[in-house]
């Protein structure tokens, strides 16, 4: 009996929102003074905090190409522009970089409102 309920439960689980995709496309250019502020502070740890886990960072030059299997907004104009993608699709922005405080701020709550991500509460 638990043997047949097995693929039944497999299925249930890839269609749940908990097992949805979250990534993050990080939009640069070269020489651009804040996108190098960015790698200096947040790059390095960024794989290694919850939001980073939860949705891995993938750089995009701002002329493209831009990953074929998501669908955008519009095309950023400023660099660096951090845009979350949720099941394919943006689900959220942030232009330019707001310093280390604010953009893990700015992060965590578009990653909450996907539904897909609840942020660790500390005290």
């Known amino acids: 009996m638990r043997i047949a309920l097995l693929p039944f ?5 890839a269609g749940s929102p908990a097992m949805a995709e979250l990534r993050l496309l990080m939009v640069e250019q070269d020489g651009c003074v804040y996108c190098a502020e960015w790698d200096r502070v947040i ?22 190409p831009y990953p074929a299997d998501v669908e955008l907004g519009p095309r950023p104009v400023f660099t660096p522009t951090f845009i979350l993608i949720a099941n394919g699709r943006e689900a959220g922005r942030i ?19 996907t539904g897909q991500y609840q942020r660790e509460k500390t005290e």
């Open 9 to 13: 439960l497999a299925v249930l689980m």
């Open 43 to 64: 790059a390095p740890i960024y794989p290694k905090t919850p939001e980073g886990r939860a949705a891995p960072l993938e750089r995009v030059h701002i002329r493209g």
């Open 95 to 113: 232009d330019g970089y707001p310093g280390e405080d604010f953009f893990w701020g700015l992060l965590g709550r578009m990653m909450e409102e």
